[in-house]
């Protein structure tokens, strides 16, 4: 968050009298009440960190002005509002500066009692002022390091070209129709699954984009909005072939998030992360080369960032009714060779949801934690 991001534009009310042309008919203002909300706790889009650099560098550019040319864009209550703000959040930082004054009559008595008044005195003043923001730099940007390093958040490598999900029936049958561009085309069960193609935005993919793709898709340009999501949620839900478990997780996610769905990261099911072109009758019942053809959910955030989750049945663990210790260790495997390529993986135990009653506020609070982690 940069100093200026405190300002609005406003009309100047004097540009006329001032005999301004029509192009500065508009003036900075600082937005004074935003910042004051700041002191009860983060704001929408905005955290402590990037709040605290922000202030910080706005309150170090007034003060320098202030005490070389005397000349502060801010009046003495805007920098004051600045300074008890910045002080609120570097406390809540764990960040205690010693700021000795509070206003910009207090920084000249400051100056004048530490002898940094006369010739010089303006050096004396940007040294100082040096001396008291850049350790607040310093430390807010370890903090940033350490937020990113322990949330353990990054992009996975490479651009998104298809997601093909959601198949009702049998494995689509796909071919290269351009090897060199990466190019494919679904040439039998096209009506069974679904291709996602459009770019992926630097949002990820929401559900409004989704919705908007389906429109298109499904020739669905005369309904609403609310028709055509609920025609897209009929249709996922489809493609979870009576599995129970996997359409509460869905519907609980969908629910959740009913009021506001739009901005929302789309939670697709039964996504394609591997393709092996042979079934497992083609191959003699031997397992794929390919591990994993399709993961139970995927989740596209900012950033790059994709989180699969899964919903392990006794088929993921278990040969019959008998525990399977290299079933496990198949899936382990897999599930370190995904976060090695920058995927995250969340499981759940089919045991974990079979009482919706306990099921249902347990997956909110994950989803709430998930969206909050990583910015959905």
């Known amino acids: ?32 009440a935003s910042i004051d909300r700041l002191r009860g706790g983060p704001q929408a889009g905005t955290d402590d960190i990037e709040a605290a650099y922000g202030l ?34 570097l406390r809540r930082l764990d960040i205690n500066p010693d700021i000795p004054f509070r206003d910009f009559p207090g920084f000249r008595g400051y100056w004048s009692e530490q002898g940094m008044s006369g010739p010089g005195g ?13 350790p607040i730099f310093t430390r807010l940007d370890e903090l940033d390091d350490e937020r990113k390093t322990s949330t353990g958040v990054r992009g996975v490598d490479g651009q998104l070209k298809n997601i093909i999900f959601a198949s009702t029936r049998f494995k689509p049958v796909i071919v290269l129709r351009d090897a060199i561009n990466n190019v494919i085309e679904v040439t039998r069960g096209a009506e069974f699954c679904l291709v996602y193609d459009r770019p992926l935005q ?22 609403t909005d609310l028709d055509v999501a609920h ?18 997780v869905f519907r609980t996610y969908c629910e959740r998030y009913a009021n506001e769905p739009r901005a929302l990261p789309a939670l697709l099911p039964q996504v394609y992360l591997h393709y092996d072109p042979l079934t497992l009758r083609q191959r003699g019942g031997r397992p794929s080369v390919l591990m994993r053809e399709r993961m139970d959910f995927l989740l596209l955030f900012p950033g790059n960032a994709r989180v699969v989750i899964e919903v392990d049945g006794r088929q993921h663990y278990a040969e019959g ?29 089919g045991f974990e949801l079979a009482n919706r009653d306990t099921a249902i506020p347990m997956l909110r609070s994950f989803f709430d934690d998930l969206l909050a982690r990583y910015g959905g």
């Open 1 to 32: 968050m940069r100093a200026s991001d405190f300002f609005t534009e406003e009309e100047d009310p004097e540009w006329a009298a001032k005999g301004l042309d029509p192009e500065h008919r508009m003036r900075s203002v600082l937005d004074v």
């Open 56 to 89: 910080a560098q706005l309150a170090s550019e007034e003060l320098e002005e202030f005490g070389t040319r005397g000349e502060p864009r801010l009046s003495n209550e805007e920098i004051t509002a600045v300074l008890r703000t910045l002080r609120t959040i």
């Open 122 to 134: 303006w050096a004396a003043r940007r040294g100082y002022l040096n001396n008291l923001f850049n």
């Open 202 to 223: 630097a949002a990820g993919l929401t559900w409004g984009e989704l919705v908007d793709w389906w429109r298109a898709v499904a020739g669905l340009n005369d309904e």
């Open 231 to 248: 025609a897209l949620y009929e249709r996922l839900l489809a493609s979870m072939n009576e599995n129970q478990a996997e359409q509460l």
């Open 321 to 349: 009714t008998v525990a399977s210790p290299r079933l496990y260790g198949e899936m382990m495997a897999e599930d370190r060779r995904l976060r090695l390529h920058g995927y995250e993986v969340y499981r759940f135990g």
